[in-house]
């Protein structure tokens, strides 16, 4: 094997190109057992990011159920989930571009089962009988005022096409639900309530109701949660008897809930049983019918467990996976969706005498492992607090750097910003990493799989123990030799980006960064965000009118004059909950204050880039924008201008 070639960190030449991190995707999700095969859906980024519904066969090929151009995913919420399921060999789906239901039968075209006309969207869909259970909303204009939800059974013999009064409005009596189950003899409906200004993960209910005859909810009561609890999940064990979680520990646990009767813990630890519910298909455990439970308990990664619920024995499920996540059984068998530092994610089969079978795994043909970073979990010590991270040094084969020379660290930021980094084998850090430029992916307070206290560090200081949290992790790499200490960057999107906008104008830790449409101004992201958001800065800086000084004190752009360093900023379009007016009217503060920046708008692009050529150019004109500001010259990628 030849001597590794001695260059700079930032010019070592990879085999992982942006073409490869496009193709990747978002992966396989949504799995199902439907007979001897299994069926899920896939983003396609070649394909303009939408999603197909596909299976393999019990021959073991891969096959479209749900050809181009249809697109399977919902914008209940904006942020969808449970936008397909199986009815017996059939697919109903939720189509992307016009919202309606349809019926597919494999090799056939989909049939519509709501009507054209309403302005409604469904989403978290499920089967009950001969029809479908799903959230609806309503929309008869642009405002919340015009927007209301409810619980509904759409038919699948598509009556409901010509007359929209065949849907069942089943319930309704809150802003937001989710989780929709009726009970095993059909004369109670379980779901979750939640109101503004509450997120998922403030506080929620879970309510029981009463079905009457003509298929409707005729009263209801709470039997679980409240303002500071949160509640997912409810599942039937009896007629009389749900599984549910909830955080009134601490942790999101999981409980018996008798509907006459106190609810129990069934096996407390202090780990998370539970996540934040950003998509309607959300799930954290599964009820198998020997009468145990599977369950993904978190603390920073995961693991499975199964719970005996008469007992509350707790016994380890032995996977290699530390993101995991169980979400069908038959004959024994698992089907899980998860993966590690160095297993792919995707989709997998857990079979009964414990051998792990892959399905469908993401990223397509990985490099060699050689060029993979593996995950580090870290903890650093900040002023007030400690922080969690994962770190992934520099590596590849065929490079070292320079004597004496420390790499460049990349701060990667999650959104969120409930959400949390693993250690994970991905593409879109080895693209980095063997490149020469480290990554710590850090979990900052407020993020999840910690505990609530941890998660509600970020109560009213959205802007400040995030930007703490991050400077501290980048530091502390610095100061143990890992990190060069001049050459720290930070990127992110949505929050993410957020805390990017807000580290650069509130330190000088960082000699650059990038923001993926990221929130720059609050008063009027306030107004213009959609309606699942628009409440959420209550809790992550405070109530309007009250906390207005504060909008504008904390806003990045209200602090542009203290910015040194330049920014890249990427934004969607397209995009309904960071609206392209945050990007924009940032770019309008850097350019009256002549401090260097790029920019990339993309059109039809959201929330979350899609499309393949989207996610190419975003990522080497953010490589080419490093390294500018660096002085390094990446090798084969275009410079993008730095105005």
Known sequence: ?????????????????????????????????????????????????????????????????????????????????????????????????????????????????????????????????????????????????????????????????????????????????????????????????????????????????????????????????????????????????????????????????????????LAPIAEEIGGPMWTLDAAWYLPLPNGRIVATATLGTDRLISIDPQTGGLTPIETPLTTVHAVAERDGDLLLVGGSAALAGGIRILHADGVLEDVRLDGGELPDAAYLPAGELMTFQGARREVHAVVYRPRNPGFRAPAGELPPFIALVHGGPTSRSVPALQPSIAYWTSRGIGIVAVNYGGSTGYGREYRERLRGQWGVVDVEDTIAAVRGLAEAGVADGARLLIRGGSAGGWTVLSALTQSDAFAAGASYFGVAELTEFAKE??????????????????????????????????????????????????????????????ASKGIPYAARFYEGESHGFRKAETLIDANEAELSFYGQVLGFTPPGVPPIELR
């Not at 204009?141 to 409005?169: K, Q």
């Not at 397209?574 to 503060?589: G, L």
């Open 1 to 265: 094997m030849s001597e590794p070639i001695t260059a700079p960190y930032g010019e070592w030449e990879s085999p992982i190109t942006a073409a490869d991190v496009a193709t990747a995707g978002s992966g396989a999700t949504s799995p199902h057992f439907v007979g001897d095969e299994v069926w899920w859906l896939e983003s396609v980024p070649a394909e303009s990011g939408r999603y197909a519904v596909r299976r393999r066969r019990a021959d073991g090929l891969v096959e479209d159920l749900l050809p181009a151009p249809w697109n399977a995913r919902s914008r209940v919420h904006e942020y969808g989930g449970g936008a397909w399921a199986p009815a017996g060999r059939d697919v109903v789906f939720v189509e992307f571009r016009d919202q309606r239901l349809y019926r597919l039968t494999p090799r056939e075209e989909p049939v519509p089962l709501t009507p054209s006309e309403g302005g409604f969207r469904f989403g978290g869909i499920s089967i009950h009988g001969d029809a479908v259970l799903a959230i609806r909303e309503t929309h008869t204009g642009d405002g919340p005022s015009d927007l209301t939800r409810d619980i509904v059974l759409v038919p699948l013999d598509g009556a409901a096409v010509a007359d929209a009064s065949r849907i069942t409005s089943v319930v309704a009596g809150s802003w937001f639900l989710a989780h929709p189950a009726f009970s095993p003899d059909g004369t109670r409906l379980a779901w979750v309530a939640w109101d503004h200004p509450n997120m998922p993960w403030d506080g929620t209910e879970l309510r029981v109701g009463e079905i009457g005859a003509d298929g409707r909810v005729s009263s209801w009561r709470a039997v679980l949660g409240g303002a500071t609890e949160s509640v997912l999940q409810p599942e039937w064990h009896s007629p009389d008897e749900l599984y549910a979680i909830s955080d009134r520990s601490g942790w999101w646990n999981l409980y018996r809930v008798p509907l006459d009767g106190e609810p129990e813990n």
């Open 529 to 590: 965000t959609h309606d699942f958001e628009s409440r959420y800065l209550d809790g992550l800086i405070g109530p309007l009118p009250e906390a207005s000084d504060l909008y504008l004190s904390r806003a990045p752009i209200s602090n542009v004059d203290k910015l040194a360093t330049p920014v890249l900023l990427l934004q969607g379009l397209d995009d309904p909950i960071v609206p392209p007016s945050q990007a924009e009217r940032f770019i309008e503060a850097l």
